[in-house]
């Protein structure tokens, strides 16, 4: 059961908000319909008693909140082929297709990476996150193409996740963007949280959880695109997105934020570098993944 604390002091600009808007934009990962089922289930407590959904945060509140474990799916291997880009009996590095979710979730427990993995690497898969995710340490969106680590041994996974905490995993995306950079690079550090009324999205919010992105200008392209390089010092969810787009320049594809599918059906995002030292050798790993073919026909 994974659980959550938060204390409004005398000086938040959360006092009087409502207790399943503020959790929801605390926990992002949740919606407010699952946050408000907490509440009625009594997974949340207010100074030790439960609460309503509409209740009003005070001055000297605290907040608890037990996630309970997920309910076992039926999730079963699946012969899905794999761009294996390494492996070793501890990690295995896979260039991940568009279209393709990372781990299983309720609606949707097939055609995931995770069904992919259980397939290929049998009973080798770290079993710390479960049934719903075993060896994922980390994930990218459907849509977003390129590389990202799992985990085969329990101890590989522990040390990877220790690493992910103190951003120390060095994860580098290729992005094409609408408009052109006056500078050639720059660091977007705008807090992140789920949009107050799309749940869909997230957005910058000063409440929201720190979130930084380093961008480089690779290229100015015709038909007023960019072609750049980010690196994320943090890992919020959609963060290269909501960032690009708040700096005026929405990533071309992107169904969310610009719903614009001209030159491509789905966000034109990769993660092209990905290195760490290894959690078991001590070795540094770097690895790289070409862009993808519906990427490189916007660059012609």
């Keep these: 059961m994974e659980t959550y604390e938060f204390t409004i002091d005398a000086a938040s600009t959360d006092i009087g908000t409502r207790l399943d808007k503020y959790l929801t934009e605390q926990i992002p990962d949740q919606s407010r319909s699952y946050i408000q089922k907490l509440l009625d289930d009594n997974f949340i407590t207010v100074n030790g008693k439960s609460a ?17 474990e997920a309910e076992e799916l039926d999730i079963e291997p699946e012969n899905i082929p794999l761009d294996i880009v390494y492996e070793d009996d501890d990690i295995i590095v896979i260039n991940k297709p568009k279209g393709m979710v990372v781990h299983p979730a309720p609606g949707h427990t097939s055609g995931t990476l995770v069904n992919a993995l259980m397939y290929h690497c049998k009973d080798s898969l770290s079993s710390i996150n479960g049934v719903l995710r075993p060896g994922i340490v980390h994930r990218i969106d459907m849509d977003t193409t390129g590389l990202l680590v799992a985990c085969k041994s329990d101890q590989a996974h522990r040390v990877l996740s220790d690493k992910f905490k103190v ?9 094409i963007v609408y408009n052109q950079f006056a500078t050639d690079e720059g660091t977007i550090n705008k807090p992140i949280a789920r949009h107050k009324t799309d749940r869909k999205k997230m957005a910058i919010d000063p409440n929201g959880r ?41 990533l071309v594809g992107d ?22 030292i290894h959690p078991i050798t001590k070795e540094p790993m770097e690895f790289t993944a070409e862009l993808p073919k519906d990427m490189k026909k916007i660059l012609i």
């Design 52 to 68: 309503k959904s509409n209740y009003k945060l005070r001055a000297g509140d605290t907040i608890t909140v037990e996630i309970p």
């Design 167 to 175: 951003h120390d995993i060095h994860r580098v995306y290729t992005a």
């Design 210 to 250: 720190h979130a930084v992105t380093h961008y480089r200008v690779i290229e100015r392209l015709k038909q007023n695109f960019s072609l750049v390089e980010c690196e994320l010092e943090t890992g919020r969810t959609h963060q290269i997105r909501v960032h690009m787009q708040y700096l005026g320049f929405p």
């Design 255 to 276: 169904y969310l934020y610009n719903p614009d599918m001209e030159y491509i059906h789905r966000q034109a995002l990769h993660s092209w570098k990905l290195s760490f």
